[in-house]
């Protein structure tokens, strides 16, 4: 590369470093600063669409990898902050409107999620075993996600992947909200322990207590659907299209 194409690719970065965008995350209830987003983060989201099944989790991942990337301060996030996140800097690079089955809405419609619709901390309890359950981080997220689409790989075609999905997804995403399991005086803290470890004793809980674990994250989910809906059932999906325009 030229000295001069070196020089103007510098200057160009200071500009983007310095051209930020303010956003009140919901965990933290305080602003934070962040990056706007770069054409080159833009095709690595649009690339999931050809990701087919696998595209869901390829998405996660590198929606998680732009907020972090982009992040100005040193703080940590949940799941949960991704939706006010996500739409400011897709707002701010973009715009406002946004069009979801030839219907045109407004992405400033959209009433954000507050730290008081959601249970941070939930506990859940079956026939002598307890289970503290927490909102996950971006770093646990990825690195579930990451190994569940390792897990998806080892099925050859599509048909088999959808065919495995819920009992697949619904262990990992268990797994990823666990904080701790307890019997008695023995427990089990799931960030020590590897998340194929964590699969293992997910997959081998009581289905009531399990079905105690995934009423608790569909919660969750309901509230982070809410805080993407810009109609009554219309929720906006951080897919392919969310950055392109269209």
Not at 60 to 79: G, Y
Not at 91 to 109: F, T, V
Not at 180 to 205: C, M, P, T, W, Y
Request: hydrophobic share 40%; with cysteine.
């Amino acid at each position: 590369m030229s000295s001069s194409a070196k020089s103007f690719l510098s200057t160009l970065k200071d500009l983007n470093d310095a051209n930020t965008v303010t956003v009140k995350v919901p965990s933290l209830g305080k602003s934070v600063t962040f990056k706007q987003i770069s054409v080159s983060q833009q095709k690595e989201l649009l690339k999931t669409a050809f990701d087919g099944v696998d595209g869901v989790i390829t998405r996660a991942t590198a929606i998680n990898k732009i907020i972090t990337d982009n992040c100005v301060d040193d703080v940590e996030f949940l799941i949960i902050d991704k939706p006010a996140i996500m739409i400011a800097l897709r707002i701010e690079s973009i715009g406002s409107k946004i069009k979801i089955d030839k219907q045109e809405y407004d992405l400033k419609d959209i009433t954000p999620l507050k730290k008081s619709d959601v249970k941070l901390k939930h506990k859940v309890e079956y026939d002598g075993i307890t289970v503290n359950l927490k909102i996950p981080n971006l770093t646990v997220d990825t690195d579930v996600s990451n190994k569940l689409a390792k897990e998806f790989a080892k099925f050859e075609t599509p048909e088999e992947k959808v065919k495995h999905s819920l009992d697949v997804v619904v262990a990992f995403e268990s797994a990823k909200y666990v904080d701790k399991i307890s019997i008695g005086d023995e427990a089990i803290v799931f960030d020590e322990i590897s998340v194929h470890e964590r699969q293992d004793i997910i997959n081998n809980l009581p289905l009531a207590l399990s079905t105690k674990i995934v009423n608790y994250i569909g919660g969750v989910k309901d509230a982070t659907d809410k805080a993407m809906s810009v109609a009554d059932e219309v929720v906006v999906e951080f897919d392919a299209g969310f950055l392109s325009g269209d």
